[in-house]
């Protein structure tokens, strides 16, 4: 908590003292520097957390490694922060970080207020509850009276006072800023309910419970969460390229290009095709960066299903169906524009 | 400075450089113009920055809805009011664990500074190994440990203990009877304040006969039965009504009656026990101040050894005490402000989360400042005017 009034107080230090920023400052300054610092969350496996070999893994982390592979043909040139709900908007004021990846929802007033600029979704989702079985539970409704674990400084702790109030149920809530001591209050059962966004439960239940099948989640989901990485006023080029990163990964996915597949597709005849991996064109050099901008992202992160399945879908321990995240042409809502 | 007594003297001379005055008056305007300077370009570089970055400004948010709920507090609050009103609810939630946690570690420490100066081995041994113990471990830690031990040791509310009738210890904190809104408990209250008011009188004019006369009087054993008599008088006046508001378990907790919440708990614990291990160093080192001299003086002249230790070391140990219990006392107010980390909903967690959703850090940072910086000079203004008042009585 002191270091967050410490970064509060940086942050308002540099807004003393910098001049305004000018359009290119950050992708020169990360160009210069060699390397992305990239804001995440501080482990909620599947959107970021370091694995067992020390290396930061999640749909989060995917995304600055796909600008690193962007900007530099290297996904490994990232420097990962790990910060909690309540420092990471100063983080990215103040500079300390280039792009906030952070399962960050995206609302007007932190659109507005912030200084800051939401770039795209890169995961559609809701807020949900968690309840003990033993409690015996079955829907949201029931909860009246519960007393309700939340971390500070989130949509979260706002959609759930607003849930209970529409609904004329009472709630007392304990709101602690760590994951680790929000989540541990929870699994000692100084809550009946801990609430975050449902993909958050997930990750919560099948990495932290002491036993994942002695604890529900309850079928509503009470808010929309659309969660996406967030840049800094007042860099128009960077923007842009944390955007089409992003969308690049969806696209490949879209016109059938994976990791696996890649090298093959770069025979293609394709026109898209051709345009997207660097054969054709010049889309990167419009983005500032090397034509071979997007090949380099599905080669090492691979297309948006890889980096889906892999992190939170059937290939990782939350198993999170696609549903909303799949491509609009499946019936989701992930669509990107056309890279032409 | 040095100069006026030196100017003072001097006949009337025309204002020159070479005067010290007027050189010592050209730096002051000098040095404030300067510092002045400095803050209006903050300032004005601040707005124009944060306008640059169209990041929001000002103190209109203080009048919007929170729309946060928090988890206990002194007045009345909820999800519909202010943000005003929300971190209103965050000073008092402050003040009421810093007051209570000044009160407390107070006499706990005085109890074990004392008490390491027992003739009794154990009893002194016991002591130290408290001080050393407990000023030696992160307070941050103790506040983990404190929770923790409430929240894994204690069982679920419905399995909650139930060691004396109405009253519950469980993983929700500790629930208890509260007295029922009725005008018996009013002059109950009333006769308690009544009370307390009458034992400094008393105390006052027991020790005034004390100086006048030699006289004692046993205006502790008075002030006691003044302070417990009192309230039982009033509730007695008001009908003697015994129907207390229970708690009751209902869903998923209890409902009615009052309760300590397992946050507020701990961050109290802990507060408590690690000043008073510094609190406990203070008293021994004023007593030990206090010269052996007095206390044989005292033995002979025929004052039993607690009236010694009240009447004749304690309030010389006082003076010396003043100054760095002060210290404690800012000590423990600011260190309040790691109940953040537990979940206490204190005004730096609130401001933080204020700050949060409004997206106005450096707003959120000065009400934070605002609020210790004016908790700390009244605490150090109190402590000073305290400290002239029983120096006053120095012969
Ligand atoms: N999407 C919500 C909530 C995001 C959030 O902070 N979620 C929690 C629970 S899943 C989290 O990521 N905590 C990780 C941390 O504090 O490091 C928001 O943007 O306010």
């Not at chain 1, 807020?127 to 674990?149: D, I, R, W, Y």
């Not at chain 2, 002194?124 to 929770?147: C, D």
């Not at chain 2, 006969?209 to 039982?232: D, E, H, K, N, V």
Request: proline residues 4%; contains cysteine.
């Amino acid at each position: 908590m002191k270091a967050r009034i410490l970064l509060a107080a940086a942050a308002s230090v540099a807004v003393s003292f910098a001049a305004p920023a000018f359009a290119g400052a950050t992708f020169d300054a990360v160009k210069a520097r060699g390397s992305i610092t990239c804001g995440v969350n501080s482990g909620v496996a599947g959107f970021s957390a370091p694995d067992s070999k020390g290396e930061w893994t999640g749909i989060d982390v995917d995304l600055c490694k796909a600008v690193a592979a962007a900007l530099f043909g290297d996904a490994s040139k990232v420097k990962y922060v790990g910060l909690t709900a309540q420092q990471r908007f100063t983080a990215l004021q103040s500079g300390e970080i280039d792009v906030l990846s952070r399962n960050t929802t995206g609302t007007l007033t932190r659109d507005t207020s912030l200084g800051l600029n939401f770039v795209g979704v890169n995961f559609y989702d809701g807020q949900g509850f968690m309840v003990p079985k033993k409690l015996n539970v079955k829907s949201a409704k029931e909860l009246g009276g519960a007393t309700v674990c939340v971390q500070p400084g989130t949509t979260t702790e706002l959609n759930l006072a607003d849930y209970f109030r529409a609904n004329k149920m009472d709630f007392k809530p304990v709101v602690i800023e760590k994951l680790e001591e929000v989540i541990a209050a929870f699994f000692s059962g100084r809550c009946d309910v801990y609430t975050t966004d449902a993909s958050g439960l997930a990750s919560t239940r099948a990495t932290s419970a002491p036993n994942p099948d002695d604890y529900v989640i309850l079928p509503e989901l009470i808010s929309k969460e659309p969660l996406g990485p967030m840049v800094r006023h007042g860099d128009d080029q960077w923007f842009d390229l944390v955007k089409w990163s992003l969308y690049a990964m969806i696209e490949a996915e879209e016109n059938g290009i994976d990791s696996k597949n890649l090298d093959e597709m770069l025979k293609s005849t394709n026109p898209v095709v051709q345009r997207i991996l660097g054969v054709n064109g010049d889309m990167g050099k419009a983005l500032g960066v090397d034509n071979k901008w997007a090949y380099n992202i599905i080669k090492t992160v691979g297309n948006y299903g890889e980096s889906y399945e892999r992190n939170v879908g059937s290939g990782s321990k939350l198993k999170i169906p696609r549903n909303l995240n799949n491509l609009w042409t499946k019936g989701g809502l992930q669509y990107a524009w056309p890279v032409r | 400075m040095a100069s006026t007594v030196k100017g003072a003297k001097a006949p009337k001379q025309p204002l020159s450089l070479n005067d010290p005055r007027v050189r010592g008056l050209i730096y002051q305007v000098v040095a404030l113009a300067a510092v002045a300077f400095c803050i209006w370009y903050l300032a004005s570089n601040t707005i124009a920055n944060l306008e640059a970055r169209r990041i929001a400004t000002g103190w209109g948010f203080l009048n919007r809805e929170a729309g946060f709920a928090i988890g206990e507090g002194l007045i009345s609050y909820g999800p519909a009011d202010s943000y005003l009103r929300a971190l209103v609810v965050g000073v008092l939630n402050t003040l009421r664990v810093a007051v209570i946690g000044i009160i407390l570690a107070t006499l706990l420490g005085t109890i074990i500074g004392i008490s390491r100066l027992s003739q009794n081995w154990l009893l002194a041994k016991l002591a130290s190994l408290y001080v050393e113990v407990f000023r030696n471990i992160p307070l941050l830690l103790q506040l983990f440990v404190w929770y923790a031990v409430i929240s894994e040791l204690f069982p679920g509310p419905r399995q909650a203990l139930n060691p004396l009738p109405g009253i519950f210890l469980s993983n929700r904190g500790i629930k208890f009877p509260t007295p029922p809104d009725a005008a018996a408990f009013d002059y109950a209250g009333i006769g308690f304040i009544l009370g307390i008011i009458l034992a400094v009188v008393v105390a006052n004019w027991a020790r005034k006969r004390l100086y006048a006369t030699g006289q004692t009087f046993p205006s502790g054993w008075a002030g006691t039965g003044l302070i417990i008599g009192l309230p039982i008088l009033g509730w007695l006046i008001g009908g003697a009504p015994t129907h207390l508001d229970m708690p009751e378990m209902r869903g998923f907790n209890f409902v009615g009656g009052g309760s300590l919440s397992p946050e507020f708990a701990a961050l109290l614990l802990g507060l408590v026990v690690y000043t008073a291990g510094f609190i406990a160093e203070i008293v021994r080192s004023g007593i030990l101040a206090v010269s052996r001299g007095q206390t044989e003086a005292a033995l002979s002249l025929g004052l039993t050894k607690g009236q010694n230790l009240r009447l004749v070391v304690l309030p010389q140990a006082l003076r010396v005490i003043i100054l760095p219990m002060t210290n404690q006392y800012l000590n423990l107010t600011k260190n309040s402000s790691l109940a953040v980390a537990i979940g206490y909903p204190d005004i730096v967690s609130i401001a933080n989360t204020t700050l949060n959703q409004t997206g106005q850090a450096i707003e959120g940072v000065a009400i934070i400042m605002l609020v210790f910086f004016a908790i700390s000079i009244s605490i150090a203004m109190f402590m000073n005017w305290y400290n002239k008042r029983i120096a006053l009585v120095e012969r």
